[in-house]
């Protein structure tokens, strides 16, 4: 079935959301599957590219902020790609793709921009794929599929195998095992770089030629290729630090010399060390970070004032210089507030991003939304809006508690979530799920309907187990679901993670809660960042060895300068457990 035509705009609900089917594409010769408008005349100008220019094919979805700020940081200035024509004029091409597949072939195969990136591609023109630009040149995909890809390297996109207890999506930082000279990842072998995604590629002896360095995961797939000057990565550079830049840098000035990066002793995926800035409106109006005591933000003082912990962009880039693997930005005004028009905290983004090379993640009224003129905003939208200023992830709270609760009602997915829409446009690896429950005592785990745990210390009237109960609007309003259903339930509708907090250890300083934070990375196949409740660096090599959180999260601590992050990392070190360092 052909796919419905796309409109021009190239945001991500004019033209992503139109893929309902398999794509039918006409393959041209060179097992190439794209195919060009007939009304559409493809070939080169006469024109000379600047040498100081990187021109950038974005096709509208997902965060390439940071793909531009990485380009512009290290001297260059950027030319997008309208046409055809600019994919083959272009002296060094960059494809960063973000999101799904099929939308990206459908985008590439109805502007002709497909047909021109494998001419560009078969002359060996300087280019770099990033991520989905590595996956969309192999023959087809699995995801949603099966679909057809631009057929220049043969293989098959597939998906990662949860049933060996790797949890998918792929996230975090994990080793290369460089398999030949790839030029651009000279002395990176060591060191770790960022992976995000579902699918993957393999390695075969069709495709061997093409492979220049493989990452274990589960099994063993392709990390990078490198052919000549065309070269394409699985992970993402733009979000790897000081390593990620010395790779673009390297593409970038294929004749320079550059500084290495220092020793490295990567073997594996690494835990991931996570610092969370809440930030809101102070009552002078100012955006500011600022901690909960058990969700209360507020100082035990005559004034009551807001308490203010700094300010968000320059906490921001600290944490990054620090060694922080994420930063993770929660609006937690906006749930009162309409997200679109919260201007302030996409500005934090923005600024953020120019300068912080790792990933960001951030939440806080993202939701459908209706405005007073009567015009409806969907959670897509929203959820554009924060991508497009610098987010990688976003992180959706009470919406859905909402979802969830419907889902187990009746069993039906309806598509229309904003969970369920903004995975299946952006892939569910872009799909934080933020919970946030707190323990309700009870003598008998018969006497609820929810999963219990046994308690490491009683109740207060001497209970011994406890169920816990989710919370929206934060924290101020119980729901009749537990953390366990929440989460096995937002897994079936396209979470990709989930970032577990507890109201009872939140700004306690006692250490996670180790009894929760196991039962839900034991209950679902998605990774788990525990939060709420560290205070020493033991607490984070506890939560490691004792639960199956793959990244745990701290603010409090970090903002007072209580615990440095370079001191947490230190310490799972020396307790054996694999950090980024």
């Not at 990136?117 to 990033?130: H, Q, V």
């Not at 010399?257 to 809101?280: H, N, Q």
């Amino acid at each position: 079935m052909e796919a419905p035509p796309l409109t021009p705009s190239c945001s991500p609900t004019s033209l992503l959301l139109r893929h309902k089917n398999p794509l039918s594409f006409n393959t041209f010769p060179r097992s190439r599957n794209v195919k060009t408008p007939t009304n559409f005349s493809i070939r080169a100008s006469s024109s000379t590219s600047n040498d100081s220019v990187v021109t950038l094919l974005d096709y509208g979805a997902g965060n390439v902020r940071s793909v531009r700020n990485a380009i512009r940081f290290l001297g260059f200035e950027i030319k997008d790609v309208q046409t055809p024509e600019d994919i083959l004029n272009a002296s060094r091409l960059v494809f960063p793709g973000v999101g799904a597949f099929a939308p990206a072939m459908e985008v590439l195969s109805k502007t002709g921009m497909g047909e021109a990136l494998c001419s560009y591609i078969e002359k060996d023109r300087p280019f770099l794929g990033i991520c989905l630009g590595l996956q969309l040149l192999f023959e087809s995909s699995e995801e949603n599929g099966p679909i057809k890809g631009l057929g220049l390297i043969p293989g098959t996109v597939g998906r990662f195998d949860s049933s060996n207890g790797f949890r998918v999506p792929h996230i975090g930082w994990n080793a290369l095992q460089i398999t030949k000279d790839s030029e651009i990842l000279d002395d990176v072998g060591n060191h770790h770089v960022y992976f995000v995604h579902s699918y993957r590629a393999m390695p075969s002896d069709d495709n061997k030629d093409w492979v220049s360095s493989t990452c274990d995961y589960g099994d063993k797939f392709i990390a990078s290729i490198r052919r000549g000057n065309v070269h394409a990565v699985q992970f993402h550079p733009e979000k790897s630090g000081d390593v990620g830049l010395s790779i673009l840098r390297r593409f970038l000035y294929p004749n320079s010399s550059v500084a290495k990066t220092g020793e490295g002793k990567a073997s594996k995926l690494a835990k991931r060390v996570i610092a969370c800035l809440d930030v809101r409106a102070n009552d002078n109006g100012d955006l500011v970070v600022t901690k909960g005591d058990q969700y209360d933000v507020r100082e035990n003082t005559k004034e009551n004032e807001v308490r203010n912990l700094g300010k968000p962009v320059e906490l921001a880039q600290q944490y990054y210089k620090d060694g922080a693997d994420e930063v993770s930005f929660l609006n937690i005004t906006g749930f009162r507030d309409f997200p679109l028009g919260d201007l302030p905290m996409l500005q934090v983004l923005r600024y953020t991003s120019e300068n912080v090379f790792v990933p960001l993640t951030v939440g806080g009224g993202i939701r459908d939304f209706t405005d007073s003129k009567g015009r409806h905003y969907s959670s897509l939208e929203v959820a554009a809006e924060y991508f497009r200023s610098g987010a990688d992830k976003i992180s959706i709270g009470s919406d859905a508690v909402y979802a969830a609760e419907e889902y187990l009602r009746t069993g039906v997915k309806t598509g229309k979530t904003s969970l369920e829409q903004i995975s299946r446009v952006y892939g569910n690896q872009a799909v934080v799920v933020s919970i946030d429950p707190r323990r309700v005592y009870i003598n008998n785990p018969n006497d609820v309907q929810f999963q219990t745990i046994k308690v490491s210390s009683p109740g207060p009237n001497g209970e011994e187990y406890a169920w816990y109960q989710c919370t929206v609007n934060g924290g101020r309003e119980g729901r009749p679901i537990g953390a366990y259903e929440l989460a096995k339930a937002v897994e079936e509708l396209g979470a990709g993670e989930i970032l577990l907090n507890c109201i009872d250890c939140d700004g306690q300083g006692k250490g996670f809660d180790v009894g929760l934070i196991k039962l839900i990375s034991d209950a679902v196949n998605i990774p788990v960042i525990a939060s709420s409740g560290a205070g020493i660096p033991n607490h984070f090599s506890d939560v490691f060895t004792k639960t199956n959180a793959s990244a745990a999260l701290a603010a409090g601590i970090f903002h007072r300068k209580e615990v440095p992050i370079q001191s947490v990392k230190e310490h799972l070190l020396n307790e054996g457990i694999e950090v980024r360092i």
